[in-house]
């Protein structure tokens, strides 16, 4: 079982739609895949118009995760919401080694992949989400506030674990990637200098699909299968299962 963190020190870059997204898609392809939204604001669970559930917050506390199968071969953990957000000082105190989180997932049978939905802040929650992750995927919007929340995110990760972060296997993923734009082209050469990260060949780019999708509480592959975002959330998924098996 591979676990894949979608995480960024910035907001609104894509880490829902592309959690969702490459989630569906991987389950799609036939892998059992559990998507855990560790987000207090529960937008992932959301999409899927998921009630709210303690979820993650209830395993953080040594109760159970009710994992709801929301489409074939796809379940989602909800992250408990407020309750989820009251736990982060005592999150802040606990190493992720011995976090009952980092346990439950080590015990975890039965799936090839997890995807996590992190929030944008550098919290602890996202530190420990990434601490138990195999592979870090960093959604940046095509521009330079992005490319500095992946660099905060970075910063965070080895403050918080110093050599054992750069151990970690990071990928950043272009997100509003547009190859027209001189924005996206002046993006690609502040990419430059970051090849020796891997940066993903997926791009995805920009489109209103995935909005309104997100807004009928469908995924790209049911609201607009055809469109040009549902190929780049299926290349996605392709260039991850290269890493899930
Ligand atoms: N490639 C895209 N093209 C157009 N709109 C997109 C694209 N990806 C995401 N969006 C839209 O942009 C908004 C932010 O996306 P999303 O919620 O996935 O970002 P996020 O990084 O999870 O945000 P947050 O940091 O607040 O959790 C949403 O309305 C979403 O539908
Ligand atoms: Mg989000």
Redesign the pocket.
Known sequence: MKRIAIA?A?????????AVGLAHALSLCGLRVLLVDC?P?R?AAMQFGLPADPGLAALLQGGEANATEVRPLLWIVDSGGDELLQLEPALVTTSPRDCLWTRALRSMSGLDVVVF?C??APAAVQLHTVFVSDLVVI?VASDAFSLEGCQTLLRSLERAWGDEAREKSLAVLP??YDPASESTRLFDTQLQPWRSTKVLQTR?????S??CA?TRQRTIFEDAPESP?ARDYLCLAEEMRAFVH
């Open positions: 960024s910035k907001g609104g870059t894509g880490k829902t739609t592309t987000d604001r937008h939905d929030p944008p959604p997100t509003f995805i780019r920009p489109s209103d995935l909005r997100a975002a």
